[in-house]
């Protein structure tokens, strides 16, 4: 069983990073908030801040925020806009 979700970061321009991780970590407003694999639907604004995933060889990878965005969890796939 794939212990994974389809992650993509986004920002009006480009795509910074499109594949499948393990665990997420993003700035909210009220604090960091954690995705997992099989997470709730969910939709929430981000701040400024470093995102901090894993992708499936389990190396960590770092993307930072310099300003506000939103984030989207749907069916295993997360997406990431950055403004």
Avoid: C, W
Avoid at 3 to 19: M, R
Avoid at 38 to 56: E, M, N, P, R, S
């Amino acid at each position: 069983m794939d212990k994974s979700f389809q992650l993509n970061i986004l920002t009006s321009d480009k795509s910074i990073y499109e594949g499948r991780a393990v665990s997420l970590s993003a700035p909210g407003e009220e604090g960091y908030l954690g995705v997992l694999p099989d997470h709730t639907a969910l939709v929430t604004t981000l701040v400024a801040g470093k995102i901090i995933f894993k992708d499936q060889k389990g190396e960590q990878k770092i993307v930072e925020s310099k300003g506000k965005g939103f984030l989207e969890v749907l069916n295993n796939e997360v997406t990431v806009v950055l403004i």
